[in-house]
């Protein structure tokens, strides 16, 4: 079985390249999904296709939507949705997810600096999981995954 | 058929009691939920009940925990739900609600001032009205339960 | 049990009223459920609630979509759907509702004139009933609630 | 990820094919379904397999249900449903398709000319982009499953 | 909760009425729902309402179909499921209703006679309670309902 | 994609091996799937696995559960569920699967000589084919999966 | 709304009705629903309606099927599922409810005592309170039903 | 068709080992998957990886949310669940698997001593089949997934 992860939230650092990055190193089974990061195109891709509005709202409007299908057809085929809050913006996007993701049942990771954690406690709640790091991501993915915990590995390799 | 409606979202105004009252004037067979409103009960439920803690990270996850219960259970019950977004804070639970009634199917309403439009997109883009008071929410109950929009009355009566 | 029958389709004609005087007469516990069918208020309840759009796509958009509400919460509560295309129009809307209706599995009774029946192939073929009169509406909800049958009331009251 | 596309409606032009070539050539990783577009072959199917029938009714409906063994399977392993109403017929079947896709919460894309925005106002407010062209259709594609859209090229090549 | 029994099966013995009369001797919270079993009217239903058919097999689809749209919104409602299997015919309907009742994840009672059992062991494996009579159908629902059981009941009352 | 066709119901005959056998002649991509047809080793597998039983009735229900791990998961992941009832026995687990299948949404095939028309008329209404033949059913997986219907082949061609 | 609550587990103390006259006292808006808690007609239902069992574990399982026509309607239909966990015994059957509860997705809580805790941790990791009292759980359905918790009763007051 | 076969319950003796051996002997397509079996690496995960907590309680929280984030996904994955419960302990997550997987229909094979029968009676009762050893879990799959029963080969070779 290949896992799927897919990967909400903040679009502003290389997070994402961290997971993916640890991931391989770690040999993991599991493919990455994700939102569209090129923030411009993100922004513009409804009007783009579809046509010019002059009105910002429904130039946001054709835009999200088209995000939608990809980002829910996403979130709907992952196994785990791993949700970042960064330092900056309102990020509602990423708590939306994080919702869509809940009444679907998915298992969700939540991560995000101690700062926000007052302000994302119904998020939290909502988790399986509430971390700070990319590489605690990994760790619990190799664990998830793998059943591999680093300083663990006596029993587990006697297990295989 | 009594409509359930859920307002989710910002607990500092009196948006709540305006539509509630709205509705009663128009005679709308409603019934409204919302999270509890009192602001330290809910952020202490879960200490006050359950025990204290130590930790600010347990403390809150209980009583966003007990919360979970009481809104999960009304969004799943509610036949419409209507997001507000206040002037301030982050308010990640109000887009978490949005994400959790969209990924059920719930219609939802999202009200916002213009100024959040772009930062609100992906909520507004799963939302079918996006409103700014709740006159307009009363007019769109008002609408949808009894099929009546003011000035478009005549036939409407004579339907009846 | 009162049994919830939503009424789709044309607006033009009193097919609605004839069900339910129908209904009525034969004493059945049936409620009734239907679109707005005042076509103008149909077609404005968007801009006059969100505010006018000067491009008609739009106007019609937030108009449809706040129908949308209305529509698939009725769909979705009624134990039975009928669906009525009339002389005119594409009638598009009655043939989306009639989709949306199978899919969730709900009995479907469809009504339309005879020079329809290739054109609406595929919609008949996901009916459990089609019919071309009102009468012969309120006849299959009597016997689907009741169990009578006219000329059939021998056994019938027997059984009671 | 390999994406399933559903290409539902209007049989009698080559927009299909057009949709299929734009996808190749964009080298995007999808597979397309569709009705059976031989227009006798999917009216005769079922007195052809099934036995001859004298009223018309019942030959069009045992060709509309054997459709829907394939229709119905289709769209409801399709990640995306695009419908195409045409300049003529009542096309009640592509409403119905839609519809139907709605009611699964599938993605919808419609694709129809400008003079018909009025009469498909309920089927355009359940999908999540409406378009006019084939090449529409292949763009969103390409953004949805790639994340590339033209014009916006640089930092997305960055990302990979 | 009053709980909805539906009683399935086999129309020519009074089954039904023993049922009903043991549930309200019991004072039972119930109601019950059942096919029609005017076995005429059954039959002709769909052509007396629909028009009439040369051809026998369309004769029966018609009435079938009117049927199911009351059977199956009467299983979908259901709490418990009662499908009897008479001394005579083939009576698929009452093992396609069981089917139907196993797959929606109805607790389902099977009421037949002990020289059937081995032909029923599949619908049986299906069930949570294979019996013989009515008066064990009424004794099952005074324990489910009640938590009444024909002398233990010391302990019982003191519980209330 | 590859077919997936769960072939239920009789097994004294070959039908099984020559809807196989049709299949692969037409190049179909199908798998097909089956209840055992062992007929004393469906009889016995549970008092030979778990255990011999002096009383018939836990005889058959040990056998008829493990059936069901078989059965049940097979339809469940089946595209098509054909059913076939042959001349003999009552078939009751055959009418079972037919429900089973309705409820959850499956296309179904049902294969009957014309003397059950009249006793299956519950279980036909449910279906979205009736067919006497196996090569009936190798024409509908024809059609239904690679569009293909025997006399229709010109604009069939013109379209790969 | 009237809130259902089921109390599942441990039949050997008062604590459910300890709830009952809590909420009781409360008035809170609830019913209250449990498993038969008389032990021995629980273990006897099965044989003292359908017939002996010379084979305990046939009694044991005719017996465990009829209480499961109850627990699993009543998990069903409930809005909150409490589960307790006593001193002694297995209870299986309490971890069993917890873990189909919470497949379910209805909200959970567990009562048990301190030296429980390791053992019971998946269980508790499924739940949205921990609780070891009835007072505790009743706490809970104030808060959760009536937006009452004590100590923080004046802007509550205010609200209303 | 690859049967994933989810292995939930004791972990300190070597049945998954064997039953695995046995599936392999016996040349089934099958897939196991197990919650992590290394007990101390089960019980610190979420410390080891999340931060250390002074409060065992929350210490075994955030390992068994970690944990729960690997066994719900393998048995929402699973065809089949086979839970074991062992000798020793309370296993209440054995038992809160089984019922996970029982409301989610999941096929379950239980295994356990004949001394836990009457304790495990709910399960059971949830089970389709009742097992002691891992042979017979063996002899289950190969009958279920390759229709071969040892003592029965004759016509089952014949019908290859």
Redesign the interface.
Known sequence: ?T??IYLSGEIHTDWREQIAAGARAAGLEV?F?AP??????SD??GV???GQE?????H??????????????MIE?A??VVVR?GEK?????????????????K?I?VMHQAE???????????A????QTPE?VV??LA???E?K????TD??QA?E
Chains 1, 2, 3, 4, 5, 6, 7, 8 share one sequence.
């Open positions: 079985m896992w799927s493919s999904a569209v990061t090129h923030h411009e195109a513009d891709v783009a296709i579809l002059p009105n910002k709202f429904w946001d409007h054709k835009g999200a939507q088209i995000n939608a299908i990809r980002t829910r057809t085929n196994d785990i809050f913006y309102k990020q509602w996007n990423a708590a939306f997810d994080a919702g869509y993701a809940a009444a679907l049942g298992p990771i926000h954690a007052h302000a994302l406690k119904e998020v939290d709640a909502a399986l999981a509430v971390v605690q760790s619990i664990y998830v995954i059943g915990l680093a300083g663990y029993r587990a297990a």
